[in-house]
Each structure stands twice: as C-alpha cells, then as structure tokens.
C-alpha cells in the first residue's frame, strides 16, 4: 500500500480505527492482527475507548508487528498540566510501549488554556516520550491557536470526521492542515455504512465499485485519499472489510469516477429551525443525551466540552460542523447526531436561529 507522511515518519494511505472492538477479546485481537497482516499498520485509540481496552487489545495485537504506527488520544478531563504525563504514562502502560507515535487531544477542554496543556505535550515530545502531537475535533479557531502556540514541536496532524456526506472539512481545514503540511486523519469515512447521504449516491458508488472490482465503500476510501493529507480510518472488524480497505489504499479513481461521485453525492447543510427539530430522550449506546434545554444548559451528565461552553464557542462565530436530521412524516426532523452541537446551538441563539443541518435521507 501507498504511503503518505505524517510528522516525520510514514504511514499507510488507509489506517485503522478502532472506536469499537468485538466483545470477545480473541475475536477483537485476531481481527486487528489481519488488519496488520493486510498493511493497515496505522492504528487509531483513545484512552477512553472502553475505558483502556481498546489500547489493551492493540497492545496484544501488535506483538510481532513492528512496523505498526499507534495514535491515541487524551480526554478532555485530562488536559490540566498536571494530569497529562500521568494520562500518557497509562496509555504506555496499556500499550506496553515508552513511547507513541501520535498523541491527540481528543477534545478540547475550554477550562484549560490550551497553551498550558500544549506546553506539557511538548515537553513530553522534547522527552522522546511521544513522536508527534495532533488535535481532534477542534474548531478552526482552535486549531489556529493550537498551530501558533507549538513552537518546539509542530502541529502534526488535525483528525475530525469526514465522509461523502459530512464535507464540512473542505472550506477551511483541510486547506489549513494542506497549507501546513498536517496530515488529516478522517474518522467515520463510511459514514457509519451509509457511505453517503442518499440512495442515488451509494448506487453510483457500487456502479463505480463493480468498474474497479471492489466494494462500494472501498470506493468512498479512495475518494477521501485522493487528497494528500488525508488519512481515512476506518473501523472494521471483518476479513472482507479489512481485504476491501486494504484495496483501497492503491486504487486510483479517474476524472469519470470522481465526477459522477460529485454529482451523486454532493451537497451542503441547509438551515432548520430549531423548533422543527425533536430529540429523541434515550441514550444510544454509551452516549449521553439531554432530552430537554433545562438538563443541557445544568450538563447534568458533566461532559466536558459542555453544551454551554460550546455555545459559548458558537457566539463568538466558531461552529464545528453541521448536526444530521432524518425527516418525518409530519414535516418535522429527528435529530439523529449532533446533540450536544443541537442544545449548544438553542443555548447560543435562545432558539432563535435556525441550526445548520446535514438531512439524511
């Protein structure tokens, strides 16, 4: 497989997510281990991926694999200075390494300055201790911030959400981490299997995938590392998936192809009001939903960045990325992802301001 910079090492085109791993820890291990076997040898983690697990399995995983590249992330709750090395060092633990090649914030926290925890991941950069710093899920204006206060050690890489129906990155951030030479780590490629935001686009993409022999989705991979910075990793567990991944690093798409993409699955978020929109109360998964304004603006679950901080972030002109709606029969919209962007929005404008939104069909 192609490779393509990332600070000052080489990874694959096509790396690895691993958000969520098989129950069954031999399943989880064997699966990552085919990922390694098939050149997938960048592995993307988090600390709070089943709160260590994941860098548990990895580390199990990439016995015998010397080559594999590990990225993983600090939580937001982490990011006072005197809680980050203590944070790494757990990781390595986990990890059974002295050292990762890519430590992400994973989200930023705007009760800590973010030049006092940047300062500390220098140091620990300086130290040998971590091979590159990136950043994850942040605004424009934070990532500019980051970028100006590293001074030691650069901004190495930028990772946020990227697919054929989430193209938000390409007005300013992807241009940004270009301009900077930061490679772009694009979470959720597949868009959680829907690949696109309509039925006609995900046709075109298997049309497209029958010409080149290979699947739909490792279709929607090529298209995303066309791109020179772009680094999609995807989260797959199954042998086909993993074969079909692998193809993708090395496909080369042509004019055709990418035009009939365009016209297929091109599109921008359009503006609904934020009455129009109905949250749903049950959590999904281990993720915490605000079902009212009143439990949202108390941030009864303590998330860190709350949802009143981020309005915070949105007043001032900094909004992250769109929320996704699925239309209902009476005119009105669910909103399906996006929660705490959904609340921080009503809390910013007073539900005043219809709220960007990705409508999936």
Known sequence: MRSKPLADFHVPAIGLGTGVLADDEDAAVAALREAFSAGLHLVDTAEVYGDGRAERLIARAAEGHASVR??????????????????LDASLRRLRRDRVDLYQIHWSNPAVPLAESLGVLEDLAVEGKIGAIGVCNFSMNELREAKSVLGRVPLAALQAEYNLFDRHVERDMLPFCEANRMAFLAYSPLDQGFLCGTARGRAVLTEIGRKHGCSAGAIALAWLARRACVIPIPRSMTAEHIRQNALAGDLELDAEDLAAIERACGGAPVEVPVDHIRVVPENVGNRKIYATLDEAKRNIYGLTPSPAELASQISSGDFLKPIRLRPLADGYYELVEGRIRYWAWVIAFEGGKPVPALIRE
């Open 70 to 87: 590990i990225a993983t992330k600090i939580s937001p709750e982490h990011l006072h200075p005197a809680d980050i090395r203590p944070a």
